[in-house]
């Protein structure tokens, strides 16, 4: 069973749909720590859950999630394109109120504000939630995915609605821990570090990136819920933990932060990133391993 955010017609379900093998079950929760609770517990062998949007960011919730609780680790990635559809009840009356995930609204700002100037905006848990209370009559439109009409019966107002064309969201398909996707060469690794409150904290850590050739991809920072000022930083690279350098960089995390959590190395879903230079530092291992054993200098 693969656990993934829902209600059923969430862009979540889309991508869980593209992880699932053709047998496997799935399974909607409301929020996204009760479907990582239940992967957590065994009762599903993994969960699908949103964690970035390339126009409003990161989901706090999902990395809130994903550092607080039992260990998960992703195992693949999804990018999908987000469009939305606004939906209504059929021949329901004028819009007064419109519903989304934040996420979904953020990415609506200006069509609402030129589509439907009078309506107040009202958050909900996801888009489908937004479109299920719509169709229950406690708000009168919804701002969802395309595959929603399909799942709740209600008239379609407009498609194709997004500020930002080719706006995309990433999900990551987690597990308890276990064996590792076997590295591919376009890879990316995460994990999380919190910071000593300390000078130059986090450039020690960038600098172990930096000098091991290792690319970037995403850094974000999230308060740890203890004292003000102390921070979490989600780090996603370019690499596999299987690769010497990769290793080497997380092992030199560790030192500077030892309460450093793995969150997974996975295959990426979209081609790119700097890979350059591996073998430079494959050949280097195997020299040192040479030396160890008394075979080289
Ligand atoms: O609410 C949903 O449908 C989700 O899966 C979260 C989300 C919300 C907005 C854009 C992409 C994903």
Not at 23 to 44: K, N
Request: with cysteine; charged share 20%.
């Amino acid at each position: 069973m693969l656990a993934y955010f829902g209600p059923q017609g969430t862009f979540t379900e889309q991508a869980a749909r593209g992880f699932a093998s053709p047998q496997q079950e799935l399974v909607p929760f409301d929020t996204v720590p009760a479907a990582l609770a239940a992967t957590r517990r065994g009762e599903t062998q993994s969960a699908c859950v949103p964690v970035e949007n390339s126009v409003e960011g990161a989901v706090p919730a999902t990395m809130d999630a994903l550092t607080e609780g039992e260990p998960l680790v992703a195992v693949a990635e999804a990018v999908l394109p987000v469009r939305f559809s606004v939906l209504v009840r059929p021949g329901g009356g004028p819009v007064r109120t419109v519903a989304s995930h934040p996420h979904a609204l953020a990415q609506v700002r200006h069509w609402l504000a030129e589509h439907l100037p009078e309506a107040d905006v009202v958050a909900t848990t996801s888009t489908a939630a937004a479109a299920r209370s719509v169709l229950g009559g406690e708000f009168d439109a919804a701002v969802s995915a395309p595959v929603a009409v399909r799942h709740y019966p209600l008239e379609v107002l407009a498609t194709d609605v997004a500020d930002v064309r080719d706006a995309k969201t990433r999900f990551l398909l987690v597990r308890p821990p276990g064996e590792l996707p076997e590295p591919t060469g376009h890879d990316r690794t995460s994990v999380v570090c919190t910071a000593a409150d300390k000078v130059g904290a986090l450039s020690e850590l960038l600098a172990e990136l930096a000098l091991r050739g290792i690319n970037l991809t995403r850094i974000e920072s999230r308060p740890t819920k203890g004292r003000l000022g102390e921070y979490r930083f989600y780090i996603d690279l370019d690499g596999h933990v299987a690769e010497p350098r990769v290793g080497d960089a997380l092992a030199a995390l560790h030192r500077h932060c030892p309460q450093t959590r793995f969150l997974g190395s996975y295959p990426k879903a979209e081609p790119g990133g700097v890979v350059a230079g591996n073998e430079e530092f494959v050949a280097a291992a195997e020299w040192v391993e040479t030396v160890r054993r008394g075979h080289g200098a």
